[in-house]
């Protein structure tokens, strides 16, 4: 069982420059919202409490403003700097501490993911005890991705970075599920040319051991990656039409907690408080006042 997750929302953003030279990517808006709210609303769709959030060197307060702790969320989040961008599996050398003995997930901080049955998928995913899984999306590009294909049983038999050759379409995203060797084998990686520790090479260590399974969002679900200017404008496009058209708000940190039992009416009232006067507070004044929620 997985309790434990960790959002890395460290890198230089280059790709979004000169946007970035000044704010951390993660903080930019997605509509209404900062985008690592929607990560961070995966880990607490899974039902994770305890998640470790990697910034940047120096960073660390720019969060806090907007999330100290997590108590008005009923969780806990603590914080960790990472010195450089040392590629995906440098978040579980930062994170040995925090991770422990337990197994841990991992998402990208600028990933957004949506699927009518994501929450189902997720506390599936969160049950694992040995190995790995990953969520596979198929992609129309697959020369841009880090590329996978499965066997009957959904274990994954092959995976390539960025293949020039197509030999599947489905796209490892930006969600990682690991057992608690996830440490012990990222300490085993050695840098690539690009002086990184890459998360494909983490990946086939638990394929070569047959321990590397996958998951779907299933057709009709999206995964984006925020980290271009089109992708990031894309993005919030597809948020703002959804909110609008149902009129219900996607990555709700409240709305979770809440559904949860996380939290009550009256740390929905502080949270109000807190972000002033602004449609995230009115859409969190409408929860309150629903009959189902607790008094």
Not at 9 to 36: C, E, Q, W
Not at 52 to 58: A, D, H, R
Not at 79 to 88: T, V
Not at 108 to 121: E, I, M, P, R, V
Request: include cysteine; charged fraction near 25%; hydrophobic fraction near 40%.
């Amino acid at each position: 069982m997985i309790k434990k997750g960790i959002v890395l929302a460290g890198g230089i953003g280059s790709r979004m420059s000169p946007l970035t030279k000044a704010v951390n990517k993660h903080l930019l808006p997605i509509y209404d919202k900062p985008v690592f709210f929607y990560p961070l609303s995966v880990l607490m769709l899974s039902g994770i409490r305890d998640i470790l959030i990697v910034v940047n060197k120096g960073e660390q307060n720019q969060f806090k403003k907007i999330l100290p702790n997590g108590k008005n969320l009923g969780i806990n989040i603590t914080y960790a700097e990472q010195r450089y961008p040392k590629g995906l599996p440098d978040a579980f050398l930062i994170g040995e501490k925090f991770i422990g003995n337990e197994n841990v997930a991992l998402i990208l901080g600028d990933n957004f993911f949506y699927a009518q049955s994501l929450t189902k998928k997720l506390k599936e995913c969160v049950k694992l005890n040995k190995g790995a899984t990953v969520i596979l999306h198929p992609v129309r590009n697959p020369s841009y991705y880090g590329i996978a294909s499965i066997n009957k049983r959904n274990k994954i038999t092959k995976i390539i970075e960025k293949p020039k050759k197509k030999f599947s379409n489905l796209a490892v995203t930006g969600l990682y599920f690991f057992d608690n060797k996830v440490v012990s084998y990222s300490k085993k990686l050695k840098t690539s040319k690009r002086n990184e520790l890459e998360i494909v090479n983490l990946l086939n260590k638990y394929k070569n051991n047959n321990e590397l399974s996958a998951q779907f969002l299933g057709r009709g679900g999206a995964w984006l990656d925020t980290g271009s200017i089109k992708d990031f404008y894309d993005t919030s496009a597809f948020v703002s039409a959804l909110e609008n058209r149902q009129g219900l708000k996607i990555a709700c940190l409240e709305e979770i907690a809440l559904n949860n039992k996380w939290i009550n009416k009256r740390n929905v009232k502080i949270a109000i408080k807190f972000y002033g006067k602004c449609n995230y507070s009115q859409y969190l004044s409408t929860l309150i006042k629903k009959n189902h929620l607790n008094k």
